[in-house]
């Protein structure tokens, strides 16, 4: 059964930092552009950032500065450091997986096929 499991979401005052793992098994990974999306509630889901295969990462104007997505491919894991956290910036997080190798990588949701069940991220002011 292919998994994409995020943890690392939880509740931080205005100001603080939270980082996000995603755990991916038993699909291709290393090759893909991977990207973490938000959705909070009564909003579309919107791309935070993205990094392809070789490694290079884009952001969301709302992410930079203060968000930095990595990967360890050895451990299949996508990581995404999220600093001087905003009450705008709670949500629900989710990893994904694209469906193509391509580059640049998409910010479309319906370009990821694989989806992490998504892990809350709460910022109070």
């Known amino acids: 059964q292919v998994q994409l499991v995020e943890s690392g979401g939880g509740s931080v005052q205005s100001g603080g930092s939270l980082r996000l793992s995603c755990v991916a098994s038993?699909?291709?990974?290393?090759?893909?552009?991977r990207a973490w999306f938000r959705q909070a509630p009564g909003q579309e889901r919107e791309a935070v950032a993205n990094?392809?295969?070789?490694?290079?990462?884009t952001y969301a104007d709302s992410a930079k500065g203060r968000f930095t997505i990595s990967r360890d491919n050895a451990k299949n894991t996508l990581y995404l450091q999220m600093n001087s956290l905003k009450p705008e910036d709670t949500a629900t997080y989710y990893c994904?997986?694209?469906?193509?190798?391509?580059?640049?990588?998409?910010?479309?949701?319906?370009?990821?096929?694989?989806w992490g069940q998504g892990t809350q991220v709460t910022v109070s002011s």
């Open positions: 990094i392809d295969g070789p490694g290079s990462a």
């Open positions: 038993r699909i291709p990974w290393a090759s893909y552009c």
């Open positions: 994904v997986r694209a469906a193509t190798r391509f580059s640049p990588c998409s910010i479309r949701p319906g370009d990821y096929d694989f």
